[in-house]
């Protein structure tokens, strides 16, 4: 899967307003072609400014996690389909998967499974009823993803290169969890540097705080860039 660098770095718009969020757009200019929005901007007026950005001809990956019954699941996935989305995440349940898949049928929109959220051990899934490891359980999630026709997972770098051995070579891994070199953890825990996790199979990375938290946002997104191409050159990836 050959990708242009630029493409593949995707900046988590996580902040608190449109205001703010259009200011980091302006700010990043032509340095970034690909935004994350979350719930938290998702739900302050985010979704209409996902329209607009797409509309300026940016790509826009919405991480709504989406789990609900199957009909309501394949509706929302069309409106988001509509809206010119390139990525929506859902979680990964067989019922939730099928019914991505099918809303999304005849768009560009790629559907995504978050396999088991990061801050779960195995202590939270046993509490939850599940009689799996975490690792068991994203390797069966992963599976059935695949089966299902879900075009990607969303997993630590950590994970890429085993999910990739289940995935294939079709499916998109998109990775959050990326600091570059000499930048603050903040709260990961489960980090890696932007040429680590492409060598570990990653398609995509999501950065956040290292380039919102900058003094300089595009020289901070551009320097991440520099690092692919030239990680995915020497790779041949
Ligand atoms: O600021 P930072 O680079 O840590 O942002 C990472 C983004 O990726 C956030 O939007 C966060 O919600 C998301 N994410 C994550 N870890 C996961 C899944 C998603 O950090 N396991």
Do not use: W
Not at 76 to 85: D, L, N, P
Not at 106 to 131: M, N, Q
Not at 186 to 199: F, L, N, S, V
């Amino acid at each position: 899967m050959s990708l242009d660098a630029r493409e593949r770095l995707i900046v988590a718009l996580d902040v608190p307003s449109v205001a703010a969020g259009e200011a980091m757009v302006g700010r990043l200019g032509d340095a970034v072609r690909f935004y994350k929005i979350g719930y938290q901007l998702a739900f302050a007026g985010g979704l209409p400014f996902a329209a607009r950005l797409v509309a300026s001809g940016k790509r826009v990956f919405l991480d709504l996690k989406l789990h609900d019954i199957g009909n309501t699941v394949a509706k929302g996935v069309e409106s988001v389909a509509q809206m010119g989305a390139t990525f929506l995440t859902v979680h990964a349940y067989p019922q939730t998967m099928k019914a991505a898949v099918e809303g999304k049928q005849g768009s560009k929109l790629r559907i995504l499974a978050v396999t088991v959220l990061t801050s779960y051990d195995d202590a939270d899934l046993a509490a939850a009823g599940y009689e799996m490891s975490v690792k068991e359980l994203a390797a069966a999630r992963a599976a059935q993803a695949r089966d299902i026709g879900v075009d990607g997972l969303v997993c630590s770098p950590e994970e890429a290169a085993s999910l990739r051995d289940i995935a294939g070579p079709g499916m998109v891994l998109v990775t959050p969890g990326i600091r570059p070199a000499g930048s603050v953890t903040g709260d990961q825990k489960r980090i890696m540097t932007p040429a680590r996790a492409i060598e570990a199979g990653a398609n995509y990375l999501v950065v956040g705080r290292p380039v919102l938290e900058a003094r300089e946002p595009k020289a901070v997104a551009d320097a991440i860039v520099a690092e692919i191409e030239q990680t995915a050159k020497s790779q041949g990836v």
